[in-house]
């Protein structure tokens, strides 16, 4: 765990980014007080598959009906 104050990570904030995303935990200080713990999100790798919502939505037929002239105007101007 890495301890910084405000000015030294504002200086040097691109150092503690790639700090933090190599895992490292950063604690911010604000006069030598530490205040915010800063570390890396954890990223998820696996692909979230098709069709996961199938069967759960309908979408009724007057979805398809063209829009009236009002909105078209609205849309146009």
């Known amino acids: 765990m890495i301890t910084a104050n405000l000015h030294e ?4 904030l691109s150092h ?12 911010l200080c604000k006069r030598n007080v530490p ?4 570390s890396a999100l954890k990223k998820n790798l696996s692909k979230r ?3 996961l ?4 939505m ?3 037929d007057s979805f398809f009906d063209p829009l009236s ?9």
Request: proline residues 3%; glycine residues 8%; positive net charge.
């Open 58 to 60: 309908k979408i009724k």
């Open 16 to 27: 503690f980014v790639a700090l933090a995303e190599q895992g490292q935990d950063i604690i």
């Open 35 to 38: 205040t915010v713990k800063i």
């Open 49 to 51: 598959p098709l069709g």
């Open 69 to 77: 002239n009002d909105i078209l105007d609205t849309f146009n101007s």
């Open 9 to 12: 990570v504002k200086a040097k």
């Open 53 to 56: 919502a199938k069967g759960k």
